[in-house]
């Protein structure tokens, strides 16, 4: 029985797992495994949601081992750590408690086909200072610890009857950036509804900082002007073609010299994927630490080896690259499963090309702002309001739907719009 592995149960892996277990690991046809480093999996886009406390993870995270159960694949919970390409196994980091107790050894995995589905970390491009100052949102993890210090913040001002403010700088006017500066204003509305009197939308000092000359460089830039407007609406403090070059204790220093004072610091400029992988089996990977594809998302040195998602350096036909979104993750993942069963079958594997269907950025309740690509639209269609939410929303249900079916997600559907009136707006714990 063929042995097949995916390393990473994130947007993309998690999906490919579950397509692998119904079609082969159901009927026995093959060993499906799942390797992730957590024990659960939250869709990557809903982490500043979670980091502002409008979502909360406990609710929508999902258990990989009771998702494998339900989808007859196995779950290894560990971090991936070398690969031997001669034996074809993977290994697995010795997993410790908080006390750094020894609970599971190191590990091998043995398989016929892999599939690398690790995703991408913040790049700070080795900024002095911000890696010991500044918050990443890049799991739950740090997402709580954004939660955590954001709400001591507010704390302290409610206890100050509102004397004072807090002051948050982004670094990154990326999506992440310019969707997290709309749902602190939001937090901020909602807590002042839940008691927290004093604090108001005039406390809350967000400095979004972006070295481009434009916010969501990545969009076109009417998007972007539309984004830029709806912020400083908000009262957020946009700051373009600002470099910043050293993260401090209480605030950021830019290349100019001018310090932007915050008590709260977060980077969200670029990603790389994770480090290691720069010297993962002598694979092909390029400055950002991406494992190179062909068209076929196999690496370039091994043909048993595939690669999805972010962690991917996947070439288009124009010759740019394949963004590092959700989007492309979920695509991936599908042409990855098409090629998984044409390669145990001895037929021939298709190319994979990224299809743009647009971007979409939500800025929380004020506004979704987006455009929209396709046939349809003949080209790019800019959309914004309630038509642009629910398009961005369903980017969302189109992964609950690849993981769970549709009948699941039509009664998690339900059971949210419940929770919408038995649970505050707001986590407030
Ligand atoms: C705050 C935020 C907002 C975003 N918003 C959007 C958006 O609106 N639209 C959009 O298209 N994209 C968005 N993105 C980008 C999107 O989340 C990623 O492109 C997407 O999640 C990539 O999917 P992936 O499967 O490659 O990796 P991920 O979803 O990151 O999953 C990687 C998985 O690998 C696991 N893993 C990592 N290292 C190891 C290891 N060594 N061993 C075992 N397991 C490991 C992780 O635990 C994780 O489960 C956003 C990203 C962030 C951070």
């Known amino acids: 029985m063929k042995k097949i592995i995916v390393v990473g149960g994130g947007a993309g892996g998690l999906e490919l797992a579950t397509k692998l277990g119904r079609t082969y690991g159901r009927k026995k046809r093959a060993k499906i495994t799942l390797v992730d480093r957590k024990a659960s999996h939250l869709w990557k886009p809903l982490l500043h949601e979670v980091a502002t406390g409008a979502m909360d993870e406990g609710i929508d995270a999902i258990s990989y081992r009771a998702h494998a159960k339900n989808h007859s694949f196995e779950f290894h919970m560990g971090s991936l750590c070398d690969i031997d390409r001669d034996r074809k196994c993977i290994r697995l980091a010795e997993l410790k408690d908080e006390d750094g107790e020894l609970l599971v050894p190191e590990r091998e995995l043995e398989y016929d086909i892999l599939v690398m589905a690790i995703g991408s970390t913040s790049n700070d491009f080795n900024t002095q200072g911000v890696s010991d100052n500044c918050i990443f949102l890049d799991s739950p993890e740090q997402a709580h610890l954004f939660r955590t210090e954001m709400n001591n913040e507010f704390l302290k001002l409610h206890t100050k009857s509102g004397e004072g403010s807090v002051d948050i700088a982004i670094v990154g006017g990326g999506a992440t950036g310019v969707e997290l500066s709309a749902e602190l204003h939001n937090a901020v509305r909602e807590l002042n509804i839940y008691g927290y009197s004093g604090l108001d939308s005039s406390k809350l000092n967000v400095t979004l900082i972006e070295a481009g000359e434009r916010i969501l460089p990545a969009l076109p830039p009417r998007i972007s002007s539309a984004a830029h407007n709806e912020l400083m609406e908000l009262g957020v403090n946009v700051k373009t073609s600002t470099m910043i070059v050293k993260a401090e204790e209480d605030g950021l220093i830019t290349k100019e010299g001018e310090k932007i004072s915050a008590g ?45 998602g972010d962690c991917a350096a996947c070439q288009q036909s124009d010759g740019s690259m394949v963004p590092p979104r959700a989007q492309a993750a979920h695509q991936m993942a599908s042409l990855c499963f098409k090629n998984i069963v044409a390669m145990v079958s001895g037929l021939e594997m298709k190319s994979y090309v990224y299809k743009d269907h647009g971007s979409l950025v939500s800025l929380s309740r004020f506004s979704t702002v987006g455009s929209l690509m396709g046939n349809l639209t003949k080209g790019s269609m800019m959309i914004e309001g309630r038509l642009a939410r629910i398009v961005y929303i369903s980017l969302y249900r189109n992964h609950q739907i690849a993981i769970h079916g549709l009948f699941k997600t039509g009664l998690m559907m339900f059971v949210s719009r419940i929770n919408r009136v038995l649970r505050p707006s707001l986590k407030l714990h």
């Open 264 to 308: 709260i610091m977060v980077w969200a400029a670029g990603i790389k994927a994770p480090d290691f992988l720069k010297e993962f089996g002598g694979l092909e990977t390029n400055r950002i630490n991406q494992l190179i594809v062909k068209d076929t998302l196999q690496t370039t040195r091994d043909d048993s080896i595939f690669v999805i």
